[in-house]
């Protein structure tokens, strides 16, 4: 059974989400949403799930899963409202940038009542693996 799914924001980092989900077989893209229309070249099966309709994606209750890839300053609201429609949230860092928000998620997460991920891209970068293995090498 396919994770049905929801990308909003198809910026820069949209659009590296979008190639990963793509090649996932579990996964439907039901959505990709921007204010705009077509953002980026999508490839053509993918061109009719763009919607610039945030309400139709977070009410839609077939979507399981939204992917927040939007600009830093939008992320709690999108947040808050995926979580009250129950939605798995993947959020592109960084997450908080409030003190307010920082206690609501704490005591969401104490209350096991979010379904909320932060993606930290640079994780797994060649760059900052190398970086750190010429600090740890003290050269």
């Known amino acids: 059974m396919k994770k049905i799914t929801a990308l909003i924001g198809i910026g820069h980092w949209g659009a590296v ?27 053509q099966n993918l061109k009719n799930k763009v919607t610039n309709n945030l309400n139709a994606i977070l009410n839609d209750k077939k ?13 709690e609201s999108l947040v808050n409202f995926a979580d ?20 609501k998620i ?3 997460i104490k209350n096991k009542k ?14 900052l693996f190398f970086s750190k293995s010429i600090i740890d090498t003290k050269k």
């Open 63 to 75: 979507i399981q899963y939204v992917h927040i890839v939007t600009p830093i300053k939008t992320h």
């Open 106 to 108: 704490d005591k969401s």
């Open 114 to 127: 979010f379904n909320l991920y932060v993606s930290y891209p640079y994780l797994f970068s060649k760059t």
């Open 17 to 43: 989400h979008l190639k990963y989900l793509i090649k996932l077989k579990n996964i439907e893209i039901k959505y990709i949403y921007f204010r705009k229309r077509y953002p980026i070249k999508l490839p």
């Open 84 to 103: 009250l429609k129950n939605k798995k949230i993947l959020v592109e860092k960084p997450l908080i940038m409030t003190k307010a928000f920082e206690k």
